[in-house]
Structure formats: structure tokens, C-alpha cells
């Protein structure tokens, strides 16, 4: 079976087609019961309660949901929101060629193991080509989403596909509903990504029970998704939790100056941040403490339009080690912000997402982490910060 657009691939219609007969044809023809609802039982999107609204385009071909920017949903909506999107294309996909690389089996496999005969599993495909250079990200989901094809009768070989595709279209891609639609496939429906994908699609009370069940597993994620979801006091208690574990004081105590930074609350935040430089051990932890602790003396006075207009660059410490951040400011407004010069490896999301959610929210309040890349997300964050300061009046 080859990809939508000369038959279908997992429910995308073919090009000339009734939506709904093709997506039915798939199901019954292709799909196991697990892949894919019919096109025609998904339900309109929600609007939004505000003046910005959800907008669906249609055509013979698709349904296009072009989300708002700033929206918040019932469960209710987030459902049909999620089960309109999920088994339709992206707007991008009939620009982006399918692209089977032969030294390539089409399983996922793990990231660590060797490569068999001369061949990488997807998963080592995925990390070490897709991941590394922006210009494929898309051209990856399009390939796991044929190697689901190409994989249809086996279940077991299903799960891990879809679960990468999630995981792609959540931190790299940003789209956040066909992620979601993605980890419920797989049957990943407790974990802290789909709690994510409900946050930013407008729903924090799908998101709080799942945040709360994962307390003690990935505990360093914790206060960060409860910060990025405005729960400061809940995001300190677990960030102070993890400061009581062996040889976490310094981070737990980082984190937890880390929400009451992003809530304005500057003195927690500095107290914080000390108590946490009295406590590191490493060298590279005590570089971003006292970034950390410089940025909140730096950021209590801050006010956009007293920046100058000019380019204004700043470094501070990474996961790997310093990177540098360039904001462009001009007429009381930030216009671009990059990174450029770092040596981190595999967040290379985070490096363009964060630095484009400072230009859309015009500063660093806000902005949220790349799950999978928070500490290099929060010096993106903290550079910009910096630069910024710079050019103060």
C-alpha cells in the first residue's frame, strides 16, 4: 500500500475522493480495529471562547484544522478536537516527498543497538538523521507514517512506530492534537507528553489527574509542566521534593526557583537559586545557578520598551556547555531571536521553537520548555533574558 496521494496511507484519503468512503475503505480494507475512525464521524472543531477562533478549511481532499493561538477547551472539545485532526493530513504533506532511505529497516528498534547488516532501525534513523536537521522533521513523520503501512498486520511492531510519531509531532513539530491522536494509539495514555498535548490544547483538567499520577516517575519533569501550567506552589512542592532526594538539593532547589521565576515571584526565585549554588557540587550546575541568580537581579526591573532598538547577544550555560543567544529588537519590539553558537546535541527543537515562542509572546514569560530538552530550553531562555537586559535604557 502506497502513501495518500495515489491510494492512502492509515485513513488519509485519496486525492479526488469522498473523505469518508476512503477513510472507510482503509479501515475495513488495511487497518486493524486500532487505526483509524472513519473521516466522517469526526465532529467540526470546537470554537473558541474568545474572539480568536478554531478554523477548518475544507476540500475534496482534506480537512485543514488550523488551531488558535490561545484557547481554552472542555474535555468534551479536546476529544473532538483531537479525533478531527488526528486521522487527517498535515497542510504540509503534499509538499513533502516520501523518502525510504535503503540503509533503513522499517521497525523501530532501539536507539543503542548496532546497526544489522549495514542497516539502522528507525528509531537510530529518526535520532541521528531526522532529529539533528530541522529541514526533515517533516519528511520523518511522513516516513513513519509508511512504515505504519508497511507494518499493518503486525500489532507488536505498530505500538513503538506510533509512539515516535507522537513523540515527533509533539516536540518537533508542535502539533499537538495528531500527537495526541498518535499516544492514544499506541496506548500511551497516562504519560507526561499526552498531558502536554491536552495543555496546550486548552485543557488543564485532562492534564492535572495524568501530572498527578506520574508524581514520582520522571520527577525532574514534574515542576516544569506544572509551572509552564501556571500551578506555581504545586510546581515548587515537587521541585522541593526532589531536592530532598541524595545529591538532587542543587537541582530540585534550581527548579523550584525556576517556577517562582516564571511566576514573577523574583525574592522565592533568588532564594532559591542560592540555596541551590550553596549546594552544588559541579562546576557546570554552579554555571547555571549563577546565571539563574543574575538573570532574577537583572529581570525585576525589566520592561520591553526600554530596550534600545539594535541586536543584542548574551551567553550562559547549557546542557553541554555556553550558548549564545541573539535577540533583534526594533521600535519597542522584539522582531527575531536566535541561537547562534551552542554544542548541544539531539534538542535541536528546542532550538527553534523556544527562540520563536519569545518573538511570538515578546519576551521570555510564558514560554514553555521542550519537554525533551528542558535544561537547554531554560538557557535559550535565560540568554535571551540576558540580552535583552542589555539593551536597556
Not at 475522493?17 to 466522517?40: G, Y
Not at 537559586?273 to 549546594?279: P, S
Amino acid at each position: 500500500m502506497t502513501i495518500w496521494g495515489s491510494q492512502t496511507i492509515l485513513g488519509y484519503p485519496r486525492r479526488g475522493c469522498r473523505a469518508s468512503l476512503w477513510a472507510t475503505l482503509t479501515v475495513l480494507a488495511i487497518a486493524p480495529a486500532f487505526f483509524v475512525e472513519p473521516l466522517s464521524a469526526a465532529p467540526s472543531p470546537p470554537a473558541a471562547p474568545s474572539a480568536t477562533k478554531a478554523v477548518a478549511t475544507k476540500s475534496a481532499a482534506r480537512t485543514t484544522v488550523v488551531p488558535p493561538a490561545v484557547v481554552k477547551r472542555t474535555p468534551a472539545e479536546v476529544d473532538a478536537y483531537i479525533q478531527q485532526a488526528g486521522p487527517t493530513p498535515p497542510d504540509w504533506w503534499d509538499s513533502v516527498p516520501l523518502n525510504v532511505p535503503n540503509n533503513v529497516d522499517l521497525v523501530w528498534g532501539s536507539p543503542r543497538g548496532g546497526a544489522k547488516g549495514g542497516k539502522q532501525n528507525l528509531s537510530q534513523f529518526v535520532n541521528s538523521i531526522i532529529q539533528t536537521n530541522p529541514g526533515r522533521w517533516r519528511e520523518g513523520a511522513k516516513l513513519l507514517h509508511h512504515a505504519l503501512t508497511v507494518n499493518k498486520d503486525d500489532p507488536a511492531a505498530l505500538k513503538p512506530i506510533m509512539q515516535g510519531l507522537a513523540d515527533l509531532y509533539l516536540n518537533y513539530l508542535a502539533d499537538y492534537a495528531r500527537a495526541a491522536f498518535w499516544y492514544r494509539k499506541a496506548g500511551v495514555v497516562a504519560d507526561l507528553n499526552i498531558a502536554r498535548c491536552y495543555w496546550k490544547l486548552g485543557c488543564k483538567e485532562l492534564a492535572i489527574p495524568i501530572v498527578e499520577k506520574n508524581a514520582n516517575s520522571r520527577r525532574d519533569n514534574i515542576p516544569k509542566i506544572w509551572s509552564d501550567m501556571g500551578e506555581t506552589d504545586r510546581a515548587v512542592q515537587a521541585a522541593l521534593a526532589i531536592a530532598r532526594k541524595p545529591n538532587m538539593a542543587d537541582e530540585g532547589c534550581r527548579l523550584a526557583g525556576d517556577a517562582c521565576l516564571a511566576a514573577g515571584r523574583y525574592p522565592e526565585a533568588l532564594n532559591y537559586y542560592q540555596q541551590g549554588l550553596a549546594a552544588a557540587t559541579r562546576d557546570n550546575v554552579k554555571a547555571r545557578i549563577t546565571d539563574d541568580i543574575e538573570m532574577v537581579r537583572m529581570a525585576q526591573g525589566f520592561d520591553l520598551k526600554r530596550i534600545r532598538d539594535g541586536t543584542w547577544t548574551a551567553e550562559v550555560y547549557g546542557f553541554a556547555a555556553p550558548l549564545e543567544v541573539e535577540v533583534v529588537v526594533k521600535g519597542g519590539r522584539i522582531v527575531s531571536c536566535r541561537v547562534t553558537r551552542h554544542k548541544e546535541t539531539r534538542v535541536y527543537s528546542a532550538l527553534y521553537y523556544v527562540p520563536n515562542q519569545i518573538v511570538e509572546k515578546q519576551g521570555v514569560k510564558g514560554v514553555d520548555a521542550v519537554t525533551s530538552a528542558t535544561i537547554t530550553s531554560e538557557a535559550i531562555l535565560q540568554a535571551a533574558q540576558k540580552a535583552l537586559l542589555q539593551g536597556m535604557k
